[in-house]
């Protein structure tokens, strides 16, 4: 089974040099801002400028430690939390207006955006679809809609109409049906392509089936976030335009996730977010069913502790982890995790998070850090607890498994049809900045030949 990455190669030495020199220019840029950032403050108020700088810091740390306040305690201290969390970065920034640096201030804050910008893009050299055209159109698309995903979005948009237009067999998804039962019996029925309208859970299961069968899957984003759609560069706000991908499409091999034996298109979640999606009120009220819940989570007596091996790194005493299919370009938290830029690595993403206490929380403002928020990408991930089983959040969907869980990377196990046009097609820009790289690519004119192409870790 061939694999079609979605790395860009270039089409000869004058295509290499294009890129090697767009990326020079962005790491110049970033070099130029990140100065930038520094003498702004420096010019405005001098030596002061680092007193006003601590003040910043000092306001981001208390509005952290409002946060976890919040999230891990309930009544009177909550409340506290919510006031400090506001309050704190409102009191610095009145500081800043009073004595005359707010604007200072603002535009060294976007100097600095600018500069991690301009070098996270200089070290990922633009993974664009790597794109084999749809020559000939199926002959007898099955495609799976749940009406009741996203709110009702199959019948909002008329999408079994559109797609029956489009020469597709529709089945609609009944509440207690298995999914993965009609997919298997449609492809034994002759289906040459297997389409799904709805959540990502259910995306995950038809995904499956098209994988073992080797047939061609198209994603409608008909569910409520629909991550997949996102990172696949599709138009969620029109979930109608996903099935030009029959007609007028392109092909990408993509990776799949394996939790035990589940298959999942974004992530499973271990630990405190799989522990509060069991609760029967998430689906009407998430954010409200996770405030309830976290505190106990967090700090209480039943608060899970997790311990993981991500290839040859061991890391315990975790509150969540959040293994992903591919990579995050960025996250906050396990519940919100960002965007993948590729789809294509081999490898799965890894988000553990452990805070016990205010400190530990504040010390999260500065980045991923032993304590906090730790980041890792392996090819093998096995999460274990002391209990014999543990509650998974697969894709958003509720499933218990026995523990120790091995999670591992299906690599171009996936054939995806899209349509050529999509507005929201991954941009490079997750690479975390490395600047004695970035500085020594934007000096690499000054010092030819000390300095590579450099590729995405």
């Given at each position: 089974m061939g694999r079609?990455?979605?790395?860009?190669?270039?089409?000869?030495?004058?295509?290499?040099?294009?890129?090697?020199?767009?990326?020079?220019g962005r790491a110049r840029l970033a070099v130029l801002?990140?100065?930038?950032?520094?003498?702004?403050?420096?010019?405005?108020?001098?030596?002061?400028?680092?007193?006003?700088?601590?003040?910043?810091?000092?306001?981001?740390?208390?509005?952290?430690?409002g946060v976890w306040w919040t999230l891990a305690h309930t009544g009177v201290v909550r409340a506290l939390g919510v006031a400090l969390s506001v309050t704190a970065p409102v009191a610095a920034l009145a500081l800043y207006a009073t004595f005359g640096m707010l604007g200072p201030a603002l535009l060294s804050l976007g100097l600095w955006l600018l500069a991690v910008t301009a070098a996270r893009t200089a070290l990922t050299p633009g993974h664009t679809a790597s794109e084999q055209a749809v020559v000939e159109a199926p002959r007898a698309p099955w495609v799976l809609m749940n009406p009741r995903s996203g709110g009702g979005k199959v019948g909002?948009?008329?999408?079994?109409?559109?797609?029956?237009?489009?020469?597709?067999?529709?089945?609609?998804?009944?509440?207690?049906?298995?999914?993965?039962?009609?997919?298997?019996?449609?492809?034994t029925e002759g289906a040459d392509l297997l389409a799904v309208?709805?959540?990502?859970?259910?995306?995950?299961?038809?995904?499956?089936?098209?994988?073992?069968?080797?047939?061609?899957?198209?994603?409608?984003?008909?569910?409520?976030?629909?991550h997949f759609a996102l990172d696949l560069g599709l138009d969620r706000d029109d979930p109608a335009a996903a099935l030009e991908a029959l007609t007028h499409g392109v092909e990408l091999?993509?990776?799949?996730?394996?939790?035990?034996?589940?298959?999942?298109?974004?992530?499973?979640?271990?630990?405190?977010?799989?522990?509060?999606?069991?609760?029967?009120?998430?689906?009407?009220?998430?954010?409200?069913t996770t405030l309830r819940t976290l505190p106990g989570l967090?700090?209480?007596?039943?608060?899970?502790?997790?311990?993981?091996?991500?290839?040859?790194?061991?890391?315990?005493?975790?509150?969540?982890?959040?293994?992903?299919?591919?990579?995050?370009?960025?996250a906050v938290d396990a519940a919100h995790p960002g965007r993948r830029e590729r789809l294509d690595?081999?490898?799965?993403?890894?988000?553990?998070?452990?805070?016990?206490?205010?400190?530990?929380?504040a010390r999260m403002v500065r980045g991923p850090r032993p304590g906090g928020l730790i980041r890792l990408s392996a090819g093998e991930v096995v999460v274990e607890a002391d209990t014999g089983a543990l509650p998974v959040g697969i894709d958003g969907e509720h499933v218990v498994l026995p523990s120790p869980v091995v999670c591992r990377s299906a690599p171009g196990a996936l054939r995806v049809r899209v349509p050529r046009r999509r507005p929201g097609t991954p941009q490079a820009g997750g690479t975390a900045a490395d600047w004695p790289r970035v500085a020594r690519l934007a000096l690499g004119r000054l010092f030819p030949g000390r300095e590579q192409h450099v590729t995405a870790v």
């Open positions: 079609h990455g979605w790395n860009t190669r270039g089409s000869g030495e004058a295509g290499a040099a294009a890129v090697h020199e767009d990326s020079a801002a990140l100065l930038g950032s520094i003498l702004v403050p420096l010019v405005a108020a001098g030596l002061r400028s680092v007193l006003w700088a601590l003040v910043g810091i000092a306001g981001l740390a208390l509005a952290a430690v909002r948009f008329d999408l079994v109409e559109k797609a029956r237009a489009a020469g597709c067999r529709v089945a609609l998804l009944d509440a207690g049906q298995d999914v993965a039962e009609l997919t298997r019996q449609a492809a309208a709805g959540g990502d859970g259910t995306q995950a299961l038809v995904a499956e089936v098209a994988a073992l069968h080797d047939l061609p899957f198209v994603v409608i984003p008909a569910g409520t976030r629909n091999r993509i990776d799949l996730g394996y939790a035990a034996d589940r298959v999942f298109v974004n992530n499973a979640s271990f630990g405190t977010y799989a522990s509060v999606v069991t609760d029967p009120a998430y689906r009407d009220a998430k954010a409200r967090l700090t209480g007596e039943d608060a899970p502790r997790l311990r993981t091996r991500a290839d040859r790194t061991y890391v315990d005493g975790l509150q969540a982890l959040l293994v992903s299919n591919n990579p995050y370009g960025r690595s081999g490898l799965l993403g890894v988000v553990c998070v452990r805070v016990g206490n205010t400190a530990q929380a």
